[in-house]
C-alpha cells in the first residue's frame, strides 16, 4: 500500500501539469506558435542540458557498467521498429510509409517529455539523466531518420522524389531523365536526414557528454551549475507542451489499429524489454530503468512526421496519441508498482 501511495504521489503532478497545459490550449492562452516556442525550449535547450549533465556526472567505469542499459533500450527501441516495420511491410502488404509510420508510432515513446519527472523520483537525479540520453540517442540518431528516408524513398506515396506519370506521346522521354535522378535523390535525402539529426542539441548534447567522460576530460563546475539550471525548466515547460499538443488535435479517428499502437507503446514494449532482461540475466535495477524508459506515451514524433509529409494516417496517429496519454495515468502506475 505505501508502494501504491509514493507510485500516484510521483504520477499525480505529471497528469496535473499535462491538464493545465491542455487547459491552456483548449483557452486559446497557447496558440501553435506559442507552443512550438515552449518546444524549442524544451528539445532545444533545457533538455539537451540535463542530459549532458546527467551524463558528465558519471565516471568511464560507470558507463561501461551500463552496456546493458544500452543494449536493452536498443533492442527494445530499434530492435521491436524494424521488427514491426520488416512485419507490416512484407506481411500485411502495407505500404512503405504507412510501415514507417506505425513502427515508429508503436515503439517511440514520450520519454523526451515525461521521463524525467518519472525516473527522477524512481531512480534519483544522479541516473535518472542516463536512460533518456541512451534511448534519444538511439531514437533521434537511427530511428527517425531511418523514417524519413523510408518516407522520402521513391517508391513512397510520400516521397518527394517519387516521380509522377506524364501523359501524351512524350511521357516515356519526360520520365526517363527523373528515373536516372532517383538515385541521386535517394542519396541526398538520406545525407539530408542524417545530417539534420546531428544537428540537433538533443543528439549532440549526451554524445558529447559520453565522449567527456570515455576520455575522462572534466567539465568546469561554473558550466555545469549554469546547465544544470537551465535544465531545471525541462519537466514543467515539456508537460505544459503535451497538453497544449493534445489541445490543439483535431481530425480525431479511433481506429482498431490506433488503440493497437496505443496498448503495445504502453504494455507490450516494456514487457517485452523486461522479459529479455530477465533472461539475459541483467540486473533487475537495470531493466526496470530500461522497461520504465519505454513504458511512456507515444512521442509526438510520428504524428509530426505525418503532417509533414501529408500522409493519410494523420488522423489515426493523433487518436493513438491521446488515447495512450489517458491510458498511460494508469499503465505507468502498474509498471511503477509492479517493477518496484
Same mark, same amino acid.
Given at each position: 500500500?505505501?508502494?501504491?501511495?509514493?507510485?500516484?504521489?510521483?504520477?499525480?503532478? +505529471?497528469?496535473?501539469?499535462?491538464?493545465?497545459?491542455?487547459?491552456?490550449?483548449?483557452?486559446?492562452?497557447?496558440?501553435?506558435?506559442?507552443?512550438?516556442?515552449?518546444?524549442?525550449? +524544451?528539445?532545444?535547450?533545457?533538455?539537451?542540458?540535463?542530459?549532458?549533465?546527467?551524463?558528465?556526472?558519471?565516471?568511464?567505469?560507470?558507463?561501461?557498467?551500463?552496456?546493458?542499459?544500452?543494449?536493452?533500450?536498443?533492442?527494445?527501441?530499434?530492435?521491436?521498429?524494424?521488427?514491426?516495420?520488416?512485419?507490416?511491410?512484407?506481411?500485411?502488404?502495407?505500404?512503405?510509409?504507412?510501415?514507417?509510420?506505425?513502427? /515508429?508510432?508503436?515503439?517511440?515513446?514520450?520519454?523526451?517529455?515525461?521521463?524525467?519527472?518519472?525516473?527522477?523520483?524512481?531512480?534519483?537525479?544522479?541516473?535518472?539523466?542516463?536512460?533518456?540520453?541512451?534511448?534519444?540517442? +538511439?531514437?533521434?540518431?537511427?530511428?527517425?531518420?531511418?523514417?524519413?528516408? @523510408?518516407?522520402?524513398?521513391?517508391?513512397?506515396?510520400?516521397?518527394?522524389?517519387?516521380?509522377?506519370?506524364?501523359?501524351?506521346?512524350?511521357?516515356?522521354?519526360?520520365?526517363?531523365?527523373?528515373?536516372?535522378?532517383?538515385?541521386?535523390?535517394?542519396?541526398?535525402?538520406?545525407?539530408?536526414?542524417?545530417?539534420?539529426?546531428?544537428?540537433?542539441?538533443?543528439?549532440?548534447?549526451?554524445?558529447?557528454?559520453?565522449?567527456?567522460?570515455?576520455?575522462?576530460?572534466?567539465?568546469?563546475?561554473?558550466?555545469?551549475?549554469?546547465?544544470?539550471?537551465?535544465?531545471?525548466?525541462?519537466?514543467?515547460?515539456?508537460?505544459?507542451?503535451?497538453?497544449?499538443?493534445?489541445?490543439?488535435?483535431?481530425?480525431?479517428?479511433?481506429?482498431?489499429?490506433?488503440?493497437? @499502437?496505443?496498448?503495445?507503446?504502453?504494455?507490450?514494449?516494456? /514487457?517485452?524489454?523486461?522479459?529479455?532482461?530477465?533472461?539475459?540475466?541483467?540486473?533487475?535495477?537495470?531493466?526496470?530503468?530500461?522497461?520504465?524508459?519505454?513504458?511512456?506515451?507515444?512521442?509526438?514524433?510520428?504524428?509530426?512526421?505525418?503532417?509533414?509529409?501529408?500522409?493519410?494516417?494523420?488522423?489515426?496517429?493523433?487518436?493513438?496519441?491521446?488515447?495512450? +496519454?489517458?491510458?498511460?495515468?494508469?499503465? @505507468?502506475?502498474?509498471?511503477?508498482?509492479?517493477?518496484?
Amino acid at each position: 500500500m505505501n508502494q501504491l501511495i509514493k507510485t500516484i504521489d510521483l504520477v499525480v503532478p +505529471v497528469f496535473l501539469l499535462i491538464v493545465l497545459g491542455y487547459l491552456a490550449g483548449w483557452r486559446g492562452i497557447f496558440d501553435g506558435e506559442r507552443a512550438t516556442a515552449l518546444n524549442r525550449l +524544451v528539445i532545444g535547450f533545457a533538455l539537451p542540458a540535463t542530459l549532458f549533465v546527467g551524463t558528465v556526472a558519471q565516471s568511464r567505469s560507470a558507463l561501461v557498467h551500463q552496456l546493458p542499459l544500452f543494449g536493452l533500450l536498443a533492442l527494445g527501441l530499434l530492435g521491436l521498429d524494424v521488427v514491426i516495420l520488416v512485419l507490416l511491410r512484407y506481411v500485411f502488404r502495407r505500404e512503405l510509409h504507412e510501415s514507417a509510420l506505425l513502427a /515508429l508510432a508503436a515503439t517511440q515513446p514520450m520519454f523526451a517529455f515525461m521521463g524525467i519527472p518519472i525516473l527522477t523520483g524512481v531512480l534519483g537525479p544522479a541516473q535518472a539523466g542516463l536512460p533518456i540520453a541512451i534511448a534519444g540517442i +538511439v531514437v533521434n540518431v537511427l530511428m527517425v531518420p531511418l523514417a524519413i528516408i @523510408l518516407m522520402q524513398h521513391p517508391s513512397s506515396i510520400t516521397s518527394p522524389h517519387r516521380p509522377r506519370p506524364a501523359d501524351g506521346p512524350g511521357a516515356a522521354r519526360a520520365l526517363a531523365p527523373a528515373s536516372r535522378t532517383l538515385v541521386h535523390t535517394r542519396g541526398t535525402g538520406i545525407a539530408l536526414a542524417i545530417g539534420s539529426t546531428f544537428k540537433q542539441s538533443i543528439v549532440w548534447a549526451p554524445l558529447l557528454g559520453f565522449i567527456l567522460v570515455l576520455v575522462s576530460a572534466p567539465v568546469p563546475k561554473i558550466i555545469g551549475d549554469s546547465l544544470t539550471l537551465l535544465g531545471e525548466a525541462s519537466s514543467g515547460v515539456a508537460l505544459l507542451f503535451v497538453g497544449i499538443t493534445l489541445a490543439q488535435m483535431k481530425k480525431l479517428r479511433l481506429t482498431r489499429r490506433g488503440v493497437g @499502437l496505443a496498448v503495445f507503446s504502453l504494455l507490450i514494449q516494456p /514487457l517485452v524489454v523486461l522479459a529479455v532482461g530477465h533472461v539475459a540475466g541483467v540486473a533487475a535495477t537495470t531493466a526496470r530503468a530500461a522497461a520504465l524508459t519505454v513504458a511512456f506515451p507515444i512521442s509526438p514524433v510520428p504524428l509530426l512526421l505525418a503532417q509533414k509529409y501529408d500522409a493519410e494516417e494523420t488522423g489515426e496517429l493523433s487518436s493513438a496519441l491521446v488515447l495512450s +496519454v489517458v491510458l498511460s495515468m494508469v499503465t @505507468l502506475t502498474l509498471w511503477l508498482v509492479v517493477t518496484a
